[in-house]
């Protein structure tokens, strides 16, 4: 319906006529357009995931914490580039491979305190607002059920994890590749290094996004869950490893296979069927690959089930 | 007419606590208003239609289906909690978007949308602030305005005035008004406010304890009385005096004078009383019961009227 009658025109001069235009307030208009049902709510869930974890189309404080963790290791990525690099123009080809040089199979060994940090801040920001604020009542009144807001907010964190172990991996490697005086050379004998740092960059974003999205799930107040992440992750280190040292023998391999930021990382040195600088000297690193393995599904498929089986049942 | 809404010997238990109690009603197009005390079993009755609760027996069905055998169902219905849903730190066109999203709509339309419905709730020029900083009164138009957003053939408003000073509860009434008479949508309401329901709703079902108590027109529980209201613009005092020397019985308030009689007479010395006070006439007319009165009536609370359950 038009009503020519609530028109409101611009008051400008003749100049500015031709960019003159016209309102009219045409009523209430019903929608008849497509309704994309339960897929396009979980996209929509999904998306807001990446944004919040991003802290995209929201203020500068919401972009500070997430880009400056990105910032760090994309960082850690360019030094050892670039050191790598140093040597093998400087002093000569095969220096880097010579010396030991930190390469791929390391990275994710040294940046592991730093991507679990960031996933204890970050992860609880999907999940611990919309409960604290309610919002998880709008959601659970629409064509969405409680495993496709869980399901779609731990794509979106693993997704944003993918991306924050990938990219200093990707620089990384375009750094070897440009330090090396034949690249084409480095890519050619080193391209296993890619589908490896692929896999192993998978299984810690898996990982770190179960344990941080279910301490989450537990808490509506995100600096709790920040908190008790960073705690566990922090405080298992020193502990397991001095426990695990002074008992020695299978015991103490077990209690170091407790040491939660390395269960990942025995991924990432099964998958480059080297250790990493990290878990060179951890007793767990002395079981067998199947046992590493398991221990590390066990570690993320259990609490993803926990996770899932609290959200599949909640209601407002 | 269909009805949009059916609960059929609906029950839920919780544990030893029973918040309905095999509770049958139909709503059709138009405003219906559950009314109750707090603990009537509103709330549940709203989150079973929705599927967010499973209810112990019976059956409830929205748009001819049980929400929680068709999920679907849920992109053509809009649902106001009663308390706080709104996330403080993101822009209420960016949320309402999102929410539109939710509902299924594609992220074009979505945006298209969120900004029509913000404009239709008195928001569009707040449309880019944090929700943070919105008045009590915004955001229940901001929590209103995402029931509508893809516009649902039904709302389900849980205690909308909830919280409001009497301005923004008469502001948000009349958007609860407009949303039927003018956006066509049909509205469930409900509220433990008896004066909210009297003016917005056509019908009530008035629960209590879990049960259904009352239900109907709201007119045929405010029907008119033998009382003529007249409110006028001055000499009310001289018109008193008028009235009482025709032999009229006349009490007053702040509002008006209530002349007591049914016969057609009393219209005629009303008339006569109003030429002899030159009292300039505003309203008049038979008076209508309020549903304060029918519970005032009735007792302190709802019990007296579980003799006039309709079926």
Redesign the interface.
């Known amino acids: 319906m038009t009503t020519p009658g609530n028109s409101v025109e611009g008051q400008r001069g003749e100049s500015s006529r031709a960019a003159e235009g016209t309102v009219f307030d045409i009523g209430y208009q019903h929608y008849d357009g497509p309704r994309e049902g339960r897929n396009r709510a979980r996209l929509s869930v999904f998306k807001d995931g990446l944004k919040v974890s991003l802290g995209l189309g929201r203020g500068p404080k919401s972009k500070i914490l997430p880009w400056m963790f990105i910032g760090v290791l994309v960082l850690v990525a360019l030094i050892m580039a670039l050191v790598a690099g140093a040597g093998d123009r400087l002093v000569g080809d095969g220096t880097a491979e010579a010396l030991d040089l930190p390469s791929h199979s390391d990275f994710y060994g040294i940046a592991s305190i730093i991507l679990f940090v960031f996933a204890a801040i970050s992860a609880p920001e999907l999940l611990c607002p919309d409960r604290r604020d309610g919002v998880i009542n709008l959601y659970l009144a629409r064509p969405l059920t409680g495993s496709d807001y869980i399901v779609a907010r731990w794509f979106s964190f693993f997704t944003v994890m993918l991306l924050v172990v990938w990219l200093p991996q990707i620089i990384l490697l375009t750094g070897l590749a440009m330090g090396d005086p034949k690249p084409s050379d480095y890519l050619t004998e080193n391209w296993l290094d890619i589908p490896r740092f692929l896999g192993a960059g998978a299984a810690i974003a898996a990982y770190t996004t179960t344990l941080a999205m279910l301490t989450a799930g537990f808490t509506t107040r995100r600096a709790y869950a920040s908190a008790f992440l960073v705690g566990l992750f922090v405080i298992t280190t020193p502990f397991t490893t001095g426990l695990a040292a002074e008992i020695g023998g299978t015991t103490g391999q077990w209690i170091s296979m407790f040491n939660l930021s390395n269960i990942p990382v025995h991924v990432n040195d099964v998958i480059f069927r080297e250790a990493s600088e990290v878990t060179a000297h951890a007793p767990a690193a002395n079981f067998d690959n199947w046992i590493l393995v398991s221990w590390f599904f066990a570690w993320t498929l259990v609490p993803a089930g926990i996770l899932w089986s609290r959200y599949r049942r909640l209601s407002p | 007419m269909e009805a949009l809404l059916a609960a059929e010997n609906l029950s839920k238990h919780y544990k030893d606590v029973v918040a309905l109690n095999d509770v049958s009603f139909e709503i059709s197009d138009g405003i219906t208003g559950i009314l109750g005390e707090n603990g009537a079993g509103k709330s549940t009755a709203i989150?079973i239609f929705?599927g967010?609760?499973q209810p112990t027996s019976g059956s409830a069905t929205i748009l001819g289906e049980n929400v929680s055998e068709n999920?679907?169902v849920?992109?053509r219905?809009g649902?106001m909690?009663e308390?706080?849903?709104?996330?403080?730190?993101?822009t209420a066109a960016?949320f309402l978007t999102?929410?539109a999203?939710?509902?299924?709509?594609?992220p074009a339309?979505a945006r298209s949308?969120a900004a029509?419905t913000l404009r239709?709730a008195g928001l569009f020029e707040e449309r880019y602030r944090?929700m943070g900083g919105y008045s009590t009164g915004m955001k229940q138009r901001v929590k209103i305005a995402?029931a509508l957003v893809?516009?649902p053939a039904i709302v389900l408003l849980d205690e909308p005035t909830a919280g409001l000073d009497p301005a923004g509860r008469e502001e948000m009434l009349e958007l609860v008004r407009k949303t039927h008479r003018?956006?066509?949508i049909s509205i469930l309401f409900s509220s433990h406010l008896m004066a909210d329901v009297e003016r917005t709703c056509d019908r009530i079902v008035v629960l209590q304890g879990g049960q259904l108590v009352q239900s109907g027109e709201v007119k045929s529980f405010t029907e008119e009385t033998e009382t003529v209201f007249i409110e006028v613009d001055s000499n009310r005092d001289e018109l008193v005096t008028a009235l009482e020397k025709r032999g009229v019985s006349v009490t007053a308030d702040v509002g008006g004078l209530y002349v007591e009689g049914s016969d057609e007479t009393v219209y005629d010395h009303v008339r006569d009383a109003l030429v002899e006070a030159e009292s300039p006439l505003r309203r008049m007319g038979p008076r209508r019961r309020a549903l304060t009165e029918i519970f005032e009536r009735e007792g302190d609370d709802f019990s007296g009227l579980t003799k006039g359950v309709e079926s």
């Open positions: 989150k929705l967010l609760l999920i679907l849920r992109s219905l649902y909690p308390h706080d849903c709104l996330p403080s730190n993101v960016e999102h929410m999203e939710v509902s299924g709509l594609p339309h949308r029509d239709h944090s995402q893809h516009d003018e956006f066509g």
